[in-house]
Every structure is written in C-alpha cells, then in structure tokens.
C-alpha cells in the first residue's frame, strides 16, 4: 500500500511537474509571439523613419525641381484622324452599315517642340513645314522658352535654371 502510495505521489508530482512545463512552454510560445509582434513594430518603424527621411530629403529637394524644365522634339502628323468611337452612327437593324474609307496618314509632318516643368507645360513650338532643327531653330526654340518661363514662371531665371533636353547633344552649336 505504501509503495502504491509512493507511486501515487510520485505520479502526482510528474503530473504536476509536466503541467507547469506546458504552463511554461504556452508562457514560452506567448513570448515568441510578443517578441516577433515587436520585431515587426521595430521593423515597421525602421521603414516608416527612411520613408520619413526620404520624404523629407525631397522636401529640402523640391526648389531643385522647381526649377528643371523638360524638353522633347517629336515629329508629329499634320492631321487628326477620325476615332472609331467618334464616327459611329445609329442605324436600323436592317439598313446596311455605314462606308467608312480608311484613314491613311498624309506626308505632312511637323516638328514639335514641347517643354514643360513640374506645373504643367510651358512651350508648345511647332517648326515650319520642311525645315528640321539646327542651330537656328533651336537657339530661337531657347529664346521662346526663356520669354515663356517669365512669363508663366515669374522669378524663376534668378535662380539656377536646369534644362533636360533629349536632343540637346545634337544641338551644341548654341
């Protein structure tokens, strides 16, 4: 009876022993949790701070943007086709559909000019039909431009001026 006794205690005592282990385990596996919540919160923080930083780098930035103009030449067709949309027509079922000749491009090209900033577009500059730009015609295109940017863009030509032109290497004479 004793030893049966003993081994009842001794069961008690594991029994016991186990569920405080399980207790810590469950204890162990919050804590794990707990610990990767915070790591994703330290995580997030990193990022929202270098996203903070960035934003703000761009804010001490924005006067540089402020004053960067954009240029393109681009040739363009001397006539507006007729969308599909636009020249539909209604008609009875039973009437046959409309003729419709198809729009073919004509020899007609010009040259467009176009510059603009961060607020929107400032010149719009279409060549004579024939010519292509050379020296001339691009050193009046930057003459154009310098009277828009005052014009729309009081102020700005005191400051430092940054001009991104995609054709500029072709145009080094002016």
């Known amino acids: 009876m004793r030893s049966m006794q003993r081994c ?5 005592a594991f029994d016991a022993t186990m569920r405080s282990m399980q207790r810590c385990v469950r204890c162990n596996d ?25 934003m703000q780098r761009c804010v001490r930035c924005n006067d540089a943007f402020d004053a960067t103009f954009v240029g393109d030449a681009s ?22 559909p409309p003729r419709k000749s198809k ?3 004509t020899a007609r090209k010009v040259v467009l000019s176009f510059f603009f900033d961060c ?18 015609q691009y050193c009046s295109a ?18 430092q001026v ?7 290497r072709a145009h080094v004479s002016c």
């Open 30 to 54: 919050a804590f794990d949790a707990t610990m990767r919540s915070m790591q994703r919160c330290v995580r997030c923080n990193d990022a929202f701070d270098a996203t903070m930083r960035s």
């Open 75 to 96: 040739w363009c067709y001397n006539y507006t086709p007729e969308s599909k949309k636009t020249s539909m027509q209604w008609k009875h079922t039973s009437s046959p």
């Open 119 to 136: 607020r929107g577009p400032l010149l719009i500059d279409f060549l004579p039909q024939g010519s292509t730009i050379n020296s001339t």
């Open 162 to 168: 940054i001009l991104l032109h995609d054709n500029a």
């Open 103 to 105: 729009a073919t491009a």
């Open 8 to 12: 009842v205690r001794c069961n008690d």
């Open 142 to 159: 930057l003459t154009k431009l310098r009277k828009a940017i005052r014009r729309k863009r009081p102020g700005l030509l005191a400051q």
